[in-house]
């Protein structure tokens, strides 16, 4: 299991602006942590954890062993939703029990979940990720013990989530459309349904013509949908959210 991180990356929904990554990032400078921080993702889509979910597992293949993720897409903050912390031999994840760690749960096979017992003196209803989950990085950073109940990964939200979600989950400022479906099982002679038009595979943007549409293989290794020097969102009509048809060759 992980022991002590290497960097913290945050994900959330929050958006650029607002001081809530400010309020986060001060929480950890504060603790003293030695691990630098960076923000990975600010706009993970708002309310959606489902989407958040395939992000998360496809940004996370790419980042460094030992990283801690502090991963907040939290419309059930205050309720009774479960904070939790998912740990595999590679990376750590802290979260709400509400899908978004669904995936890098179960991507190795050797993870383990556990719900976070530890509440902090003052816990507002609104901010966990400044009151709940970035203290407990902190903690993990510096191998201090924080009480957790082991639970088995089966008892998270999101357990029987499919591995592949065949819509729309991300939209870039390029219009670029992300989609929930990893690139390794679509063949590449496959054209996409999508908003009513068949959109055929090309390599990268150049080997198509401007305004042309094409679904690629994108760098973090989901399928993409896009148009050379143009928007596939504006083009195409589409949005997250919206479903693609396609064959996925099962593994």
Known sequence: M???????ALFTDFGTEGPYHGQMQ?????????????QLMADAPRFDSRSGAYLLRALAADMPDG???????????????RPIVVKDSNQCFLGPDNGLLSLVARRSGEAQAEVIEWRPERLSDSFHGRDLFAPVAAAICCQQNVATTPVSL???VGSDWPDDLARIIYIDAFGNAVTGVRASVVSESTKLG???KQVPYARTFSDVAPGEEFWYANSNGLVEIAVNQGSAGRQLGIRIGSLIET???RQ
């Open 67 to 81: 990283t801690l993720f502090i991963s907040v897409v939290d419309p059930g903050v205050g309720s009774e939703r």
């Open 2 to 8: 992980l022991d002590s991180p290497k960097l913290i």
């Open 154 to 156: 089966d008892s998270l």
């Open 194 to 196: 999508v908003a009513g």
């Open 26 to 38: 001060a929480v950890l400078v504060a603790s003293g942590i030695p691990q630098p921080v960076v």
């Open 247 to 249: 064959k996925v060759n």
